[in-house]
């Protein structure tokens, strides 16, 4: 099992940043393809960004491009969410996940682990 915990969510600004985090427990971490997923309200959960193992190879949605960033510290078990040019449409809870697999439609075949989800809202 793996257990992952997010953090840093909270109330911020249109055009502000923030910088989510995720903090994984129990098996390997490197052994995972790390990301994140939001829901915004009245919608569909969907993919937003995963980093492979070793950092080295990144996939997003369209609608985070230039604007987040994705990162890891296999030394602190931790991911990292870069948000920046945040837009109220960003508004949505945020969720972590974990999976051994990595590919470009990252969550389509199902993801094993899952945090439990920060808020982040953006006002305008």
């Known amino acids: 099992q793996v257990q992952l915990v997010e953090s840093g969510g909270g109330l911020v600004q249109a055009g502000g940043s923030l910088i989510l985090s995720c903090t994984a427990s129990?098996?390997?971490?490197?052994?995972?393809?790390m990301g994140w997923f939001r829901q915004a309200p009245g919608k569909e959960r969907e993919f937003v960004m995963v980093?492979?193992?070793?950092?080295?190879?990144?996939y997003y949605a369209d609608s985070v491009k230039d604007r987040f960033t994705i990162s890891r510290d296999n030394a602190k078990n931790t991911v990292y969410l870069h948000m920046n040019s945040l837009k109220p449409e960003d508004t949505a809870v945020y969720y972590c996940?974990?999976?051994?697999?990595?590919?470009?439609?990252?969550?389509?075949?199902?993801?094993?682990?899952w945090g439990k989800g920060t808020l982040v809202t953006v006002s305008s």
């Open positions: 996940a974990a999976d051994e697999a990595f590919y470009s439609s990252w969550g389509d075949y199902g993801i094993n682990y």
């Open positions: 129990g098996r390997t971490f490197n052994n995972y393809a």
């Open positions: 980093i492979n193992w070793n950092g080295g190879s990144t």
